[in-house]
């Protein structure tokens, strides 16, 4: 096999992965400075075919409006609402950034990717609804979540949630909160969007079939990535000034090629899913909401129930789930051997001490891979006492891999969220972790652009384009109120939404 190197053309960054963070880090960059030279490389042959799918990812735009994991109770029964007000804010940066790709008309029409969607938590007996009653009462006051409707009235909900009401114990308390500022995004959609205009701008090369084999940062600086082509099995070497992993569950495996020191110790926990997948359309028509529950205890957060209104490939789509499962692999298209292949020296502490500390979790995933068809139907009818075992077949959704960690006091630790991890020269960065990434990429982005090109991001020029990309680029939306409103109505109208003032 001939192995080529591509000294003439370097590119000043190389994005591995095409999924929603590199589109997203490929278009801030390129709006950014429009003569910087960019090339992607996606070992599938088609951009957003893992985690930012439509089938696989959760495409909630997660807001925090409905997820329940994202507000804990503490021990003195006080609700903590910090993650939750940091979502929220996160994805009203998200909108941002997307209402100025479509006003400078860099992406399709909005309808194509986001559409609005009440965004819903639905909880039965005392315990839950004494909860969910506190949570609403903790949210409100703060403005992002202004809009939300509680309701412990059966009639009202019967409204909102027929199919979760009909066939329920009259006796039964129930309790729900609704937001109807919620959205549905397909981020499949959105990311080929993105792609689709890159690939048209100067200096932007795509590259599909190809896999990064190797890294490795040379004594100029650059960094050296291997790359081979999977349909002609050539292999190349390009040279670049700066790498981001930006592939899901790949991620780790490259980031322990890199040899950065910061990132030794980190480890993956795979989790896979698979969803219930309403068939029967007359069913999908009565249900038009996202309606998270509680999750099962010792469950990952990332396996909140919830009984889902989508829209993909343009058409209204109902599922259940996500059910868990476990699996080697840390791509679904990838390979059985990737988690004992992630297992170093530097990182076997930190996962047998986090392995050792999640027993309950473990014994979660078995009993989920253990189910049978009937247990599926038995969970789904707590939500839909009604369902019909004819109406729904099994989807199989996307991988994720939850983040291990050292810990200087635990040994290792088990992480749900998301986290970049960068070299100290700022030169290679890596996105591992899950939930809520999707929804929260630009926030993600910015964090990296802060760090890792500080020097450019506080010119005049890149100032003030970040301003216009982001209008509330450097303010808290968390602590302005009219700013709030100001932005919400902005991106709703170029977004195609309903603004909440007309939802009063």
């Given at each position: ?27 801030m ?5 429009p003569n ?15 985690s930012s ?6 495409g ?28 929220a804010e ?10 100025y ?54 009639e ?10 009909e066939?329920?114990?009259?006796s039964e ?5 609704r ?27 795509m ?9 490795r ?6 960094w ?8 002609t ?5 390009v ?7 930006g ?56 396996s ?26 840390f ?21 047998l ?11 979660y ?39 291990i ?14 986290e970049?991890v ?13 939930s ?33 990309m ?13 700013l ?13 939404l ?6 009063k």
């Amino acid at each position: 096999m001939r192995q080529q190197d591509d000294t003439e053309n370097m590119p000043d960054v190389v994005l591995i992965g095409a999924g929603i963070m590199s589109a997203t880090l490929g278009m801030m960059l390129k709006e950014l400075q429009p003569n910087l030279k960019l090339e992607v490389f996606e070992r599938l042959d088609v951009a957003a075919a893992e985690s930012s799918d439509a089938w696989n990812n959760a495409g909630t735009g997660h807001s925090a409006f409905c997820e329940l994991n994202y507000t804990p109770e503490t021990p003195d029964g006080s609700i903590d609402t910090t993650k939750a007000v940091r979502i929220a804010e996160s994805f009203e940066i998200s909108k941002q950034f997307w209402a100025y790709l479509i006003q400078h008309n860099i992406i399709e029409l909005p309808t194509s990717f986001i559409k609005n969607i009440p965004h819903m938590s639905f909880v039965w007996g005392e315990d839950n609804v004494n909860f969910l009653r506190k949570r609403y009462e903790a949210m409100v006051k703060c403005h992002l979540f202004d809009d939300m409707i509680y309701s412990e009235d059966r009639e009202q909900l019967k409204e909102w949630v027929p199919l979760i009401m009909e066939g329920r114990d009259a006796s039964e308390k129930v309790a729900a909160t609704r937001m109807d500022l919620g959205t549905d995004v397909n981020f499949g959609a959105l990311t080929r969007s993105m792609f689709k205009h890159l690939q048209e701008e100067a200096g932007v090369k795509m590259h599909f079939s190809h896999e990064v084999r190797k890294l490795r940062q040379r004594e100029d600086g650059r960094w050296r990535v291997r790359v081979k082509d999977l349909k002609t099995g050539e292999k190349r070497n390009v040279y670049a000034r700066y790498v981001f992993i930006g592939a899901g569950g790949g991620a780790l495996p490259l980031l322990e090629k890199s040899d950065i020191p910061e990132g030794q110790g980190y480890g993956g926990f795979p989790v896979s899913g698979q969803w219930l997948k309403c068939t029967n359309r007359e069913v999908i028509e009565r249900h038009r909401a996202k309606v998270y529950g509680k999750a099962a205890v010792g469950s990952p957060p990332m396996s909140v129930p919830h009984l889902d209104t989508r829209y993909i490939n343009g058409r209204r789509e109902l599922l259940f789930g996500p059910y868990a499962g476990f699996s080697t692999k840390f791509l679904k298209k990838g390979s059985f051997f990737d988690l004992p292949k992630s297992i170093k020296p530097n990182n076997l502490r930190p996962m047998l001490s986090a392995g050792i500390k999640n027993l309950a979790l473990t014994r979660y995933l078995i009993d989920q891979v253990r189910q049978s068809p009937e247990d599926r139907l038995e969970a789904l009818r707590q939500y839909f006492p009604d369902a019909k075992a004819a109406d729904w077949e099994l989807e199989v959704a996307g991988q994720r891999v939850q983040i291990i960690k050292k810990d200087p006091e635990k040994g290792g630790v088990l992480e749900f969220g998301t986290e970049v991890v960068s070299g100290a020269n700022c030169t290679l960065a890596a996105l591992l972790g899950a939930s809520p990434g999707a929804s929260t990429a630009v926030s993600i982005m910015l964090g990296l652009l802060e760090r890792c090109f500080m020097e450019r991001l506080n010119t005049e020029e890149w100032q003030k384009k970040m301003k216009e990309m982001i209008p509330s680029y450097g303010q808290s939306l968390a602590d302005n109120p009219q700013l709030l409103e100001k932005i919400r109505g902005y991106t709703s109208e170029v977004l195609g939404l309903v603004p909440a003032v007309e939802k009063k």
